[in-house]
Nanobody, 124 residues
Framework: QVQLVESGGGTVQPGDSLRLTCAASGRTFSSYGIGWVRQAPGKEREVIAAIVRSGVTKFLSDSAKGRFTISRDNAKRTAYLQMNSLKAEDTAVYYC?????????????????WGQGTQVTVSS
């Protein structure tokens, strides 16, 4: 089992950057694929970025491509989501999630463990 804690959210202006951090407890972090999932008000959760256990394979949703970067450091049991050129439509609660899948996990049901979420608000 793995416990996840997100940090790094906040209120920024359009065009700004934020880096979200997902810190994991437990010694098996490298056994899980990691995803970043967001939920905007009134909308369903969506997987916007994912990375496999080794970090070799990554996924970015269409809304994240060209602006967001996902990475992980297994030695530190930490994953990151670097978000650049933020837009108002990026406003959401961002969750870090862990998947037991070996392949890249791009759908909500593939994730078994969740953090509590961190709020990102993009507003002028």
């Amino acid at each position: 089992q793995v416990q996840l804690v997100e940090s790094g959210g906040g209120t920024v202006q359009p065009g700004d950057s934020l880096r979200l951090t997902c810190a994991a407890s437990g010694r098996t972090f490298s056994s899980y694929g990691i995803g970043w999932v967001r939920q905007a008000p009134g909308k369903e959760r969506e997987v916007i970025a994912a990375i496999v256990r080794s970090g070799v394979t990554k996924f970015l949703s269409d809304s994240a491509k060209g602006r967001f970067t996902i990475s992980r450091d297994n030695a530190k049991r930490t994953a990151y989501l670097q978000m650049n050129s933020l837009k108002a439509e990026d406003t959401a609660v961002y969750y870090c999630a862990a998947s037991r899948e070996q392949a890249i996990a791009t759908t909500i049901p593939e994730y078994q463990y969740w953090g509590q979420g961190t709020q990102v608000t993009v507003s002028s």
